[in-house]
């Protein structure tokens, strides 16, 4: 009986480090596999924009020490920039709607219909993420094309970017805008756990001080939520900058092409990745494919960075409030 | 209790009590007005799904396999629970295990931590990473092939931090005073997992086994090079792709004739009806627990 509940331990101990094998292993093989390109392409992989697959038809041509069809260069400047720029977009927008939707309904919501609101914005991300492609393709691009785009595109000239053709819908400002709704309910609802985190009594006093509920939102925003407020906009982030799908269908997924204007097709690393790998695969010198891998890298060590310095400073959260003021 | 307060009472001064009250009026009325936008944005995204699905779903599509241009989409409805099925039968028994481990005061305690580091942290790896890494590894040089396994194990590995640390906070709900006791009456691990463990946090497995398997069944990227497609039923569990609805609505939504279109609208309202359905039912019985 000893020995197998020994060996019982053992076997919970070694499924306790799946999750760690599998992290480490997705890093190394990915890695593994880029490797051919960081001989072929050095640094120029992360200062230059183009990205040709190359002549897969003709004899293969050794560069570096490294077979690669002829013609083949790849930078991945164009699709960090549309990462990059979509996620900042993504974060511009969301963070000012799940900061006022935090203070409706901690502050001014009545507690009753609290969690239910909760739970519906929480809905946001539920929602697959092809459906929101969908959903951008057929309805969103379609009011930016008409109606949105041209008419900043005529008031807002001023501002350096919104001057520029319009071409379609499809580009950075689509790919934002549904990036936001898919961060929304994490953003919102790291604020709203912190806020509820609040000891009751500052609440009270804050209020019975004759402040308004405006100011105890800001109030607990800027000490005791500061940090889940950040993290947890952090935690977006990381997500956001992930996100394949949706963002593959509505920006354009241009390639070589830098955008002009907000108005421009981009692409990202990770629509890039998805859309490219079909093509990559009839490379008979896997070059194609090694490039992939090498965005993958690039992309894998953004995104998680970003998310554990969220979840570092947002699991500090609670205990904040305590250590200042 | 009588005051010592000797001055004025009309010295103290309530500075800006208009301008302040203002500020609140406007965040009060600017927090409604940006709830019921988002609100208004969910609701239209809903029901333009919903009525574009329900206004174009015909019998034969339900009832047929297709190729996400002409016939049905059964192979992918089928597909789909075939795959999270998979999916979940290799991250659930892991997820129990861990979750075990890390809430056994045992193990020591580092341990512990770095486990749930990782675990946390794997919950934040693109998927279209995890999908490259099938993709390499599973598809190629296991040589699965696009295949039921390949899929699966892709969609395992998204699984698994979400399960493990949902079954960790059921584990952890569970009075300390009741395994204490069941150790103290001479109790070995197994038992006080198979006996107290596992059917307490019955409820709260079941509403993380329901939420994971909702985002499974919406995810694609990781499904694109692992499980591939299939315009037919999958044959077996290797070499054999598998079809799947969040597949016919990228495709269909990118494939010039309308009916491929119904086709993605089709696919699209089951999706957003499971899941979200999947998503609720969990929510409902976590609450309960």
Known sequence: ?325 | MTSSYTGNRQEIQWKNVGSRKLKDTIANGLSYVVLGMMVVILLSIFIYILDSGASHITLTMLITPGNTATGGILNAIVGTWELVGMGLLFSLPPSVLGALYVVNGRSNGTLSLVARLFTDVLTSVPSIVIGLFAFIVLVQRLDMGYSLIAGGLALAVMMLPYLMRIIEISFRNIPKEQIENAYALGADDISVASRIYLPQAKVGMLSGILLAVSIAAGETAQLLYSAGWNNNYATGFLHSGVGYLTYVVWNGINYPTTYSHYLAFVSAMILILSVTGMIAISKYIGRRQ
């Open chain 1, 1 to 325: 009986m000893k020995a197998t509940n020994r060996i019982f331990n053992f076997l919970t101990f070694l499924m306790a480090i799946v999750p760690a094998v599998a992290l480490i292993s997705i890093f190394v093989f990915v890695f593994q596999e880029s490797l051919p390109l960081w001989k072929f392409s050095g640094l120029s992989f992360f200062t230059t924009y183009l990205w040709n697959p190359g002549f897969q038809y003709q004899q293969p041509i050794i560069v570096h020490g490294i077979l690669a069809p002829p013609g083949a260069q790849f930078g991945l400047d164009l699709f960090l920039l549309g990462t990059l720029s979509t996620s900042a977009l993504a974060i511009l927008i969301a963070f000012p709607i799940s900061f006022l939707i935090t203070l409706n309904v901690e502050l001014y919501l009545p507690a009753g219909i609290k969690k239910f609101t909760v739970s519906m914005i929480e809905l946001f991300a539920g929602i697959p993420s092809v459906v929101y492609g969908l959903w951008g393709i057929i309805v969103l691009e379609p009011i930016l094309f008409r109606s949105v785009e041209p008419w900043m595109a005529q008031h807002l000239s001023f501002v350096p970017g919104l001057k520029g053709e319009i071409y379609s819908g499809a580009g950075l400002i689509a790919s934002g805008i549904i990036l936001s709704f898919m961060i929304i309910p994490i953003v919102t609802s790291v604020i709203v756990n912190s806020f509820d985190s609040v000891p009751k009594e500052v609440k009270e006093g804050l209020f019975s001080l004759g402040a308004t509920k405006w100011e105890v939102g800001k109030y607990l925003t800027t000490s005791y939520s500061r940090a889940s407020t950040v993290g947890g906009t952090l935690l977006g982030l990381g997500r956001a900058l992930g996100e394949t799908m949706a963002v593959l269908m509505v920006s354009g997924a241009v390639t070589n092409i830098l955008p002009a204007s907000f108005y421009s097709a981009t692409n990202t690393m990770a629509a890039a990745i998805a859309s490219l790998l079909d093509s990559a695969l009839t490379d008979s010198t896997r070059m194609n494919l090694a490039a992939l891998a090498a965005l993958g890298v690039v992309l894998m060590a953004i995104s998680l960075t970003v998310s554990l310095i969220g979840r570092k400073i947002a699991g500090r959260g609670s205990l904040r409030g305590y250590e200042g003021d």
